[in-house]
C-alpha cells in the first residue's frame, strides 16, 4: 500500500503563492501518472494537475481554471511532486489531494479519479479575499 503525505496547505490572501508537496512511501513507477485534485464543500472533487515523468518526455495535464496559475512538478526519484500556486484566488479554496497511479501513464482521462489508486488524506488550501 503507497501512502501519500501531503504538506504545503494554508491560507493566503488572493493573489499570493503556495507551493503544495506530496511524498510518496516508495518510489514511483516511471510512466505512473500522479498529481492533484481538489474539492470545495458541497462539489465533487476535480482535477487539478498529473504528470507522468516517461525517459525524456513528459505528460502534463491542467484543469482549465488553473492553467497559467499553477505548476507542476516531479523530483527525480519520482516520488515526490509539487504544485505551485500562483495568483491564487477565492475559487481555489479547497481540499487537496494527492493521487497516484500504479502503472499507467497520464492520458486524456486524467481528470477520472477512478484512474487512481492511491490517494492522501488530503491539505487544505484557504484562500481570502
Known amino acids: 500500500q503507497v501512502r501519500l503525505r501531503e504538506s504545503g496547505g494554508g491560507s493566503v490572501q488572493a493573489g499570493g503563492s503556495q507551493r503544495l508537496s506530496c511524498a510518496a512511501s516508495?518510489?514511483?513507477?516511471?510512466?505512473?501518472?500522479m498529481g492533484w485534485f481538489r474539492q470545495a464543500p458541497g462539489k465533487e472533487r476535480e482535477g487539478v494537475a498529473v504528470?507522468?515523468?516517461?525517459?525524456?518526455?513528459?505528460?502534463?495535464y491542467y484543469d482549465d481554471s488553473v492553467q497559467g496559475r499553477f505548476t507542476i512538478s516531479r523530483d527525480n526519484t519520482r516520488s515526490t511532486v509539487y504544485l505551485q500556486m500562483n495568483s491564487l484566488i477565492p475559487e481555489d479554496s479547497a481540499m487537496y489531494y494527492c493521487?497516484?497511479?500504479?502503472?499507467?501513464?497520464?492520458?486524456?482521462?486524467?481528470?477520472?479519479?477512478?484512474?487512481?489508486?492511491?490517494w492522501g488524506q488530503g491539505t487544505q488550501v484557504t484562500v481570502s479575499s
Open positions: 504528470i507522468t515523468t516517461w525517459g525524456r518526455t513528459r505528460d502534463i
Open positions: 516508495e518510489y514511483a513507477s516511471v510512466t505512473n501518472c
Open positions: 493521487a497516484f497511479e500504479n502503472l499507467a501513464r497520464c492520458g486524456d482521462d486524467w481528470y477520472k479519479e477512478s484512474r487512481y489508486d492511491h
